[in-house]
C-alpha cells in the first residue's frame, strides 16, 4: 500500500518559537494533502487541504497565518506552527491522496508539545 | 457530507467476529460509507468502504442495508491488535472531506 512518512514524530519546543512538520509520499504522487489535529481523547478535526502548486484551503476557525501550510512539490507537503503556544500542542497528522482516486492514506503523526 | 452516529465503545472477546454498526441515515446517493481505524497514537488506517453492495476485503467485511440507512463493520476474528477507535465515515467518493466524529472505541479482550 502507499506510504505516507511525517518528520518528525515528536518535537518540543518553547512557547513563541515556529516548528515545522513534513509530510512526505514515499511511492505515489500526491495531488491532495489534508492536515489534521487530534486533541488527547478527541477525533481528528481537519484544519486545511492542499493541493500541488495552489495555496491551501483552510476550515473554519483554523488561522492560516498561524499554521503555514506549502504544498510546493507532488510528494511533500509542510506545515508551520508559527509563534507556538501552549494550546497549540497537539496531535498533527497528514493524510495525501492522488487525483480521482478514493483512498486517502495518513502518516503517522507529529506529536507537537511547546513548553 | 452526511453525519455518521456510532456507539461511543464496544467489547469484544478475541477470536469472535466483531460487528460494529453505524448509522447514517442522511446519505445521498453519491455517498459512500468509509471506515477507518486509528490505533492508539499512530494515525488512521483504511479499512474498507462501499456504496451499495456488500463488500469484503483481507481486513473486514462492509454490510450496508438497502436503504443504505446503516451499515455494519465485521472483523472476521478480531484479534487484539484490532483494539483501536473505528471510524464511519460518509463522503462523495473521490473529491469529498472525510469528516472524523467521535468513532467507536473497539477492545478486544483476551
Known amino acids: 500500500g502507499a506510504v505516507v512518512s511525517q518528520h518528525p514524530s515528536r518535537v518540543i519546543c518553547k512557547s513563541g518559537t515556529s516548528v515545522k512538520i513534513e509530510c512526505r509520499s514515499l511511492d505515489f504522487q500526491a495531488t491532495t494533502m489534508f492536515w489534521y489535529r487530534q486533541f488527547p481523547k478527541q477525533s481528528l478535526m481537519l484544519m486545511a487541504t492542499s493541493n500541488e502548486g495552489s495555496k491551501a484551503t483552510y476550515e473554519q476557525g483554523v488561522e492560516k497565518d498561524k499554521f503555514l501550510i506549502n504544498h510546493a512539490s507532488l510528494t511533500l507537503s509542510t506545515l508551520t506552527v508559527t509563534s507556538a503556544h501552549p494550546e497549540d500542542s497537539s496531535f498533527y497528522i497528514c493524510s495525501a491522496k492522488t487525483s480521482g482516486s478514493p483512498e486517502q492514506y495518513f502518516g503517522p503523526g507529529t506529536r507537537l508539545t511547546v513548553t | ?110
Not at chain 2, 459512500?32 to 490505533?39: L, P
Not at chain 2, 463488500?55 to 438497502?66: F, G, P
Request: hydrophobic letters at 35%; a positive charge; charged letters at 20%.
Open chain 2, 1 to 110: 457530507d452526511a453525519k455518521t452516529t456510532q456507539p461511543p465503545s464496544m467489547d469484544c472477546a478475541e477470536g469472535r467476529a466483531a460487528n460494529l454498526p453505524c448509522n447514517h441515515s442522511t446519505i445521498s446517493g453519491n455517498e459512500y460509507v468509509y471506515w477507518y481505524r486509528q490505533i492508539h497514537s499512530q494515525g488512521p488506517q483504511y479499512i474498507i468502504h462501499g456504496l451499495k453492495n456488500n463488500e469484503t476485503n483481507e481486513m473486514a467485511s462492509l454490510i450496508i442495508t438497502e436503504d443504505r440507512k446503516s451499515s455494519t463493520l465485521i472483523l472476521p476474528h478480531a484479534t487484539l491488535r484490532d483494539t483501536a477507535v473505528y471510524y464511519c465515515i460518509v463522503r462523495v467518493f473521490t473529491i469529498g472531506k472525510l469528516v472524523f466524529g467521535a468513532g467507536t472505541i473497539l477492545r478486544v479482550k483476551s
